[in-house]
């Protein structure tokens, strides 16, 4: 087999990974409501059973970081996905407490560990191709996202059990995802400046990627208060009736799709550095147009804004961190796949406790300023000598492709 017949065999295999994780996880989170049914979950301990899956999930990518130094991100992302897969059955076929505990805690973990080698694999080919291919993973996250939330909703709108529900989705991703785990491509599966073993950050390294990091906590804020919020502004600050207040999340879900997807043309055209200015502009105006909305089509419209201009932010985050580390790009996803829980963890809080304390209208200003961090580290996601202003000398081995513009790929 020729090395480019296998590395569209490892791109499309992991294309797909990303496209099952999004439905697994939309089949996950748009059941919460009918899980606490299920297992009499009181409103006051559903925060805990919701936390716990973000921070098991940090911890899982902190060991992911040292896991992949002695076995393969593919091996890793083999073996976590169908475990994520079967934790979500798990939490459909419980009958006690403890049972829909312990399959969320192993959700947890495997998605963690699932996150993190998933996108150790997509930034190492992304610098094999040398252009810009990251967004098309988080597309198809995307899409998955948007099939396993219709999924969803026709099991709720069947009344079919949890487990019913997902027994299909399970059984039928289950053995593609085991057969597509087959071509994954690692380092030391490519030629080209991918290969090679992994390095430390080395000395001070963590202090050049908290950037990174920060940007990345502050995209997950903005992306969880859509998620958590969009549909209780809607009905109770625009007064949309409950059927319409459904519909901001699924067109932020569809703008995010579409950005994602026409996003790497855009960074191979114009260059990181102004793809994820511009989507940090559209997303700060979108939540300036949600917070001033005088009714509901004008909320739509800045949750549309906020779809299109999240979008970018995320993956080029993680292809950053690439090329920050080139020598050292697995090590740098799992410490920057940490702060997306992070994210996760403080936006939905943050942004109901401002609500509670003073308006929701002004509690959606709070994701919009931290959004505009981004802009003052912008220059993180440009070639590595342009962000420090000299000439890096490496060896060939470790020498990063500059996908912002383009290059010569696959």
Not at 131 to 148: D, K, P, Q, T
Request: proline content about 4%; aromatic content about 10%.
């Amino acid at each position: 087999m020729t090395d480019d017949v296998r590395l569209r065999r490892g791109r499309g295999a992991l294309g797909f990974s990303f496209f099952v994780q999004g439905v697994t996880f939309a089949l996950l989170v748009t059941r919460i409501p009918a899980i606490q049914d299920r297992y009499g979950i009181s409103d006051g301990l559903l925060p805990v059973f919701l936390a716990a899956v973000p921070v098991l999930a940090g911890v899982a990518s902190v060991g992911t970081e040292h896991l992949v130094k002695r076995v393969a991100p593919s091996v890793v992302l083999r073996w976590a996905q169908p475990l994520v897969l079967l934790s979500l059955l798990g939490v459909g076929a419980g009958e006690r407490l403890w049972h829909v505990a312990v399959a969320l805690g192993a959700f947890g973990l495997s998605v963690g560990a699932l996150d993190a080698s998933m996108n150790m694999l997509g930034v190492s080919l992304q610098r094999v191709y040398g252009r810009s291919i990251m967004l098309g993973f988080h597309a198809a996250y995307s899409l998955g996202g948007i099939l396993g939330a219709s999924a969803a909703w026709y099991g709720a709108h069947a009344h079919l059990g949890l487990f019913v529900s997902y027994l299909p989705a399970v059984a039928v991703l289950l053995p593609l995802v085991l057969l597509g785990s087959r071509y994954y491509v690692d380092r030391g599966d490519r030629t080209g400046p991918a290969g090679g073993t992994e390095k430390g950050l080395g000395g001070g390294g963590f202090r050049l990627l908290l950037p990174l990091c920060l940007v990345m906590a502050c995209a997950y804020i903005g992306d969880s208060t859509v998620a958590n919020w969009s549909a209780k502004y809607l009905q109770d600050v625009l007064g949309s009736s409950e059927q319409t207040a459904t519909l901001p999340y699924n067109v932020y879900m569809v703008t995010t799709l579409v950005g994602r997807a026409v996003g790497d043309l855009g960074v191979r055209r114009f260059g990181a550095v102004a793809v994820v200015r511009a989507g940090t502009l559209l997303a700060a105006c979108g939540f300036a147009v949600v917070a001033a909305a005088p009714g509901v089509w004008v909320g739509m419209l800045g949750f549309t804004l906020l779809g299109i201009g999240l979008c970018v932010i995320v993956p080029q985050t993680f292809a950053a961190a690439g090329r920050l580390f080139p020598g050292a790009s697995d090590t740098a996803v799992a410490r920057l796949n940490i702060f997306n829980y992070v994210g996760f963890l403080i936006g939905s809080p943050l942004v109901g406790a401002i609500g509670d304390a003073w308006s929701y209208r002004g509690a959606m200003l709070v994701p919009m300023v931290l959004v505009l961090i981004t802009l003052f580290h912008a220059r993180s996601f440009g070639p590595r000598e342009a962000r420090y202003g000299v000439a890096h000398e490496r060896r060939a081995g470790d020498r990063a492709v500059d996908v912002g513009r383009g290059g010569n790929g696959v």
